[in-house]
């Protein structure tokens, strides 16, 4: 660094200028924040492959519920990937019937598309509405429906998926890992955010590969024109189409049963509209084999584990370390047996999706229903918890959280 002394025409000395000054060896509280809000903000952001819209809903309307589901998952980042995972589930499934209905072309985007209200029914009498991969496959076996062609090409010219803001995501989430583990392997000091921003790239990260085939941000849905009435259709299915409907007439082909249905207060926020104007993204897809759960497990796995490397990092007080133990221990125990619940519904219901939804029918009893309702108000507990308590601990934080990593100590060097 060199220096340049000017004398001004008075004679008197001026303030010293610099040249190349090099950045601080430190960082800031403020640094700390905005490197883990940008990277959580593109990652989930990013992340989000939510349902088509119905048609008549408008800007506003799309915008907060994007808003809702983003929050969730930085709140709760494993049940969006649950639901994701559910979603992964019904296509693969969907591609198998296909191909075995002789329809060889059927690819996972079309699945995909189907799932999340690709094609919207039309008939004579009664309101338009968007039918499942099952639903439409019913359909066409019975010709009610002309098959829909549109190819995989034209699914993705109506996607909205930016590459190279996927690309932006996945830089930043690749520098941020290495940042972290930099620090770890330098025995620097890592906040409990950065922790907990690893933890929810992880679940960010699997619910990305569930929804690596799902197009992103379709706003509009292909029209299938149908010659039959619905009240024929519903005829021509015997007792089965008899029965009312909660969501769509087709209902009797595959419900959607979707989650919040669960819950009293959807009565009153949720769709009230009947046939459904489109499929919601909270629909149980029922996780129906060994390889499903597993997938959604393994990073289920990780992101409890994750935590549990803050077992000994240092807190403001040892209250805060040891409530940080408990509730971590206690979402670990939340998820596992979430996930032991559906491997024995697995067995339970002997591998077919007819004894799946018998199995969840009985969620919804008294007394059964307290098996997951309780678990459900602990994880919640416990992850407020956890939440508080990541941001609270900025408030005295180790001197090493902000020392910088020194790359140049990394490069060898010979002698």
Not at 45 to 68: G, Q, Y
């Amino acid at each position: 660094m060199s220096s340049v002394t000017s004398l001004p025409s008075d004679g008197t000395v001026s303030d010293l200028q610099t040249g190349w000054v090099s950045q601080p060896d430190s960082r800031g509280t403020m640094g700390i924040l905005w490197s883990c809000s940008s990277t959580l903000f593109i990652c989930v952001w990013v992340m989000l492959h939510l349902n088509i819209p119905a048609r008549d809903e408008s800007f506003i309307t799309v915008t907060i519920r994007r808003t809702k589901w983003f929050v969730m998952s930085l709140l709760a980042p494993e049940l969006v990937m649950l639901f994701a995972g559910g979603q992964w589930a019904a296509a693969c499934r969907s591609v198998k019937d296909m191909k075995e209905s002789g329809i060889e072309d059927w690819t996972m985007e079309h699945a995909f598309y189907a799932e999340s209200g690709g094609f919207e029914l039309h008939t004579a009498d009664m309101a338009p509405f968007p039918v499942t991969a099952r639903q439409l496959l019913y359909l066409i076996e019975r010709g009610y429906v002309s098959r829909p062609h549109i190819t995989r090409a034209e699914i993705w010219d109506k996607s909205k998926a930016d590459r190279f803001v996927k690309v932006l995501a996945a830089v930043q989430s690749a520098w941020f890992t290495l940042e972290v583990i930099a620090r770890a392997a330098q025995k620097l000091a890592v906040t409990l955010l950065e922790l907990s921003t690893l933890c929810l790239m992880t679940c960010t990260a699997a619910t990305l590969y569930f929804w690596f085939y799902k197009p992103l941000d379709v706003k509009t849905p292909n029209t299938l024109n149908s010659k039959v009435t619905m009240a024929e259709i519903l005829l021509r299915a015997g007792e089965a189409g008899k029965a009312p409907y909660k969501d769509t007439p087709l209902d009797f082909v595959e419900p959607l049963d979707y989650t919040s249905t669960q819950f009293p207060l959807n009565r009153i926020w949720g769709e009230r509209r009947r046939p459904l104007p489109r499929i919601p993204n909270d629909r149980d897809s029922l996780l129906h084999s060994w390889n499903v759960v597993v997938a959604v497990s393994i990073p289920t796995a990780a992101f409890g584990t994750l935590q549990l490397i803050a077992w000994n990092f240092e807190f403001p007080t040892r209250d805060e370390q040891m409530l940080w133990r408990w509730t971590t221990v206690a979402n670990g125990i939340v998820l596992g047996t979430g996930c032991a619940l559906e491997a024995a519904a697995i067995i339970a219901s002997n591998y077919t999706l007819s004894g799946l939804r018998t199995f969840n029918e009985y969620k919804l009893r008294w007394p059964w229903s307290l098996t997951f309702l309780v678990p459900g108000i602990l994880y919640f507990v416990a992850r407020t918890i956890t939440i508080a308590e990541v941001m609270i601990s900025l408030r005295a934080l180790p001197s090493t959280c902000f020392q910088t990593v020194k790359w140049t100590s990394f490069i060898p060097h010979f002698s």
